[in-house]
T-cell receptor, first 114, second 112 residues
Framework: AQSVTQPDIHITVSEGASLELRCNYS??????LFWYVQSPGQGLQLLLKYFSGDTLVQGIKGFEAEFKRSQSSFNLRKPSVHWSDAAEYFCAVGANQAGTALIFGKGTTLSVSS | DTGVSQDPRHKITKRGQNVTFRCDPI?????LYWYRQTLGQGPEFLTYFQNEAQLEKSRLLSDRFSAERPKGSFSTLEIQRTEQGDSAMYLC??????????FGPGTRLTVT
């Protein structure tokens, strides 16, 4: 079955420290992978995506993610976290064709301490 | 381009009532998706349109739910005879002929 696992429900990071959010997926075909961020009461904003090619992808707001096929992982990283990064982060997987449903993980809530 | 918009942003209704939500996608996008998100969960797919055709429906979309996209532009999602379990955030997303789905702010439904 297709699924996305985000092992960490809640992470607290000090402002200025580095961040890594984990994402593992189970997908039968070549997946397209996404990270979205959701602020309280808001919709989802696309941070970055991986379709093919370079396995290290850059996104908005200084985020990057690395696709590791052997580990079925697509972890999100940021070298220095800002207080405004506090939000909920969702990893999602989709088929490599337009018009297919995304399968989301349950999300990781990021808190940033000063 | 104003992004995906949804109306209303919040809806409180009594159990048994019908509710309808509207989604206006990004103007040039031909694909439109509905998702539902409950507390502590990621969004779950409900249904998908390409232009005016509803091409896919999740088993989550019970008979009480119906979605339309009559002219291939805006879409409506109606829930009949609402139940407390319908309380959730209903998210709409749109895309062009690619893989990036852009989400609206959602409609928060509370069934009392």
């Amino acid at each position: 079955a297709q699924s996305v696992t985000q092992p960490d429900i809640h992470i607290t990071v000090s402002e200025g420290a580095s961040l890594e959010l984990r994402c593992n997926y189970s997908y039968g075909a070549t997946p397209y992978l996404f990270w979205y961020v959701q602020s309280p009461g808001q919709g989802l904003q696309l941070l970055l995506k991986y379709f093919s090619g370079d396995t290290l992808v850059q996104g908005i707001k200084g985020f990057e993610a690395e696709f590791k096929r052997s580990q079925s992982s697509f972890n999100l990283r940021k070298p220095s976290v800002h207080w405004s990064d506090a939000a909920e982060y969702f990893c999602a997987v989709g088929a490599n064709q337009a018009g297919t449903a995304l399968i989301f993980g349950k999300g990781t809530t990021l808190s940033v301490s000063s | 381009d104003t992004g995906v918009s949804q109306d209303p942003r919040h809806k409180i209704t009594k159990r048994g009532q019908n509710v309808t939500f509207r989604c206006d996608p990004i103007s040039e996008h031909n694909r439109l998706y509905w998702y539902r998100q409950t507390l502590g969960q990621g969004p779950e797919f409900l249904t998908y349109f390409q232009n005016e055709a509803q091409l896919e429906k999740s088993r989550l979309l019970s008979d009480r739910f119906s979605a339309e996209r009559p002219k291939g532009s805006f879409s409506t999602l109606e829930i009949q005879r609402t139940e407390q379990g319908d309380s959730a955030m209903y998210l709409c997303a749109s895309s062009w002929d690619n893989y990036e789905q852009y989400f609206g702010p959602g409609t928060r439904l509370t069934v009392t």
